[in-house]
């Protein structure tokens, strides 16, 4: 079935509303009274956690035993790890380590 301008201008913005609502919910709710402990919690641990799954995540196709030995993944994650002690931006620490890791792997 084919969509109309108008019908997807629609879908559009109902998507968009919803988006909206969904993403102040939070600074609604909690403009007028301090967050609970579990809110407090999730906030705190897991931002780190999820990191450390996705750098597993990452590296656990490494081969070791074959050329180029996993040296592109490790040079971009130590300088991913440095840039982001250095500048504490994570977009430039994340978007630094992707580059370079691209750069490597092509030419290793």
Known sequence: ?????????????????????LRAFPFVLFSKREPPQIIRFIEKYIPPM???????????????LSRPFGLPELIALAFTVIIHLWKNNSMVSIFGGTILFMILSRVM
């Open 1 to 21: 079935m084919k969509l109309t301008l108008i019908q997807a201008l629609i879908g559009t913005f109902i998507s968009a509303a919803i988006l909206y609502a």
């Open 50 to 64: 999820v990191m450390a799954v996705l750098v597993i995540y990452c590296l656990k196709d490494i081969n070791l």
